[in-house]
C-alpha cells in the first residue's frame, strides 16, 4: 500500500472546485453525486451541513503526512459536511472529537484510512470506498457497462473489490496481474458468486490491452502501462498512486482519464458511513 506523500496532497484545499469541474465534465456526475451512487442512497432528511467530521491527525509510524488532514477537511467541506481538524493528534484528538460531539472522524495510519460513524458504528474502509467511487467514474464515463469488457490491472486487495462492484454493474472482466496466482486467485474467488463466463485471465499484458478499451488500473506500480499497445481513446480509471500509466500512455487517455489521490476515496467514505 503507497503512502501518500504530501506533493501528491498540498494542492487539493486550493483547486477542489476546479477538480470537481473536471471531473464533472468527464463523467457527467459531481464529486457528490459519484459518492452518493457509490454509496446508495441516504436518507432523504440528512442535512450534511449539520454533520461534524472531525479529521485526526495520527503520529503513530512514519507520523502525520504533512497537509493530509487538511485536504482531507478541504474535501468534506467541499461536499457540504462541518469539518475540522482537531487540534490534538492520536488519542488526545480522539477525546476532542468526542468532546466536540462529532458525528464522523476520519483516521488514517501507515496501513488503514477509514471514516467512523461515531453515531451507527458503521466504519468505512478507504480502499473499499475508493473502488466503489471509481467504478461508478468508469461507468460514467462508459455509459453503461453492461456487457462490456473491462481490463483489471492489478488483482489486490482494491482489485478485488472493483472486480465485485465492476461485476454488480454487469461488465465482463479481464483480470491482468504480474502475478499469474494472484489472476489465478482473485478469478476463482469471484467465480464463487458470479458468472464464471464473465471472467477471465491469463493473458500477456500486450493482449490483455489490445482486448479492451475499458480500464480499471487497480495497481500501484509506477509508468508500467506502455502507450503503444494502450487503445486510443480508452477510458481509464486509475486509483492507484503512483498511476500505472506511463507518460505515453497517460498523453494518449488523459481526457478520458479519472485519477485523483484521495478525492473520490474520500468523498465515498463519507457517504457510504451515513448509509443505513
Ligand atoms: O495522519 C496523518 O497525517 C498520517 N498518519 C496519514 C497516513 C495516511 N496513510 C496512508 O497514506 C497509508 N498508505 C494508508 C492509506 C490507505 C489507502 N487505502
Known sequence: MTRLKTDDIMNIPATIQGYDQVLKAKTGLSLKEIALEAAGDLRSDTQIDRLKVAIIPVTTGQGVIDGFAKAVQSIASHLGFSAFVTEFPDVRGLAEAYNKNSDLIMIADDHCFVAINLRSRL???????????????????????????????????????????????????????????AEALLTHKLTDSYDENKVSFGYNFERALNMSSLIFDASSG???????????????????????????????????LVHDPLQIGVATMLFQALSE
Open 222 to 256: 509506477g509508468g508500467f502501462i506502455p502507450g503503444e499497445f494502450i487503445q486510443d481513446k480508452s477510458i481509464v480509471a486509475a486509483p492507484g498512486i503512483p498511476m500505472g500509466l506511463s507518460w505515453c500512455a497517460f498523453s494518449k487517455v488523459h481526457s478520458t
Open 123 to 181: 466504519v468505512i474502509d478507504n480502499t473499499k470506498a475508493t473502488a466503489a467511487g471509481y467504478v461508478v467514474a468508469l461507468k460514467q464515463m462508459s455509459g453503461s457497462l453492461n456487457d462490456k469488457t473491462v481490463l483489471l490491472i492489478g488483482a489486490g486487495q482494491m482489485g478485488s473489490f472493483a472486480a465485485e462492484g465492476l461485476l454488480q454493474y454487469g461488465a465482463r472482466l479481464i483480470i491482468y496481474d504480474s502475478s499469474k496466482e
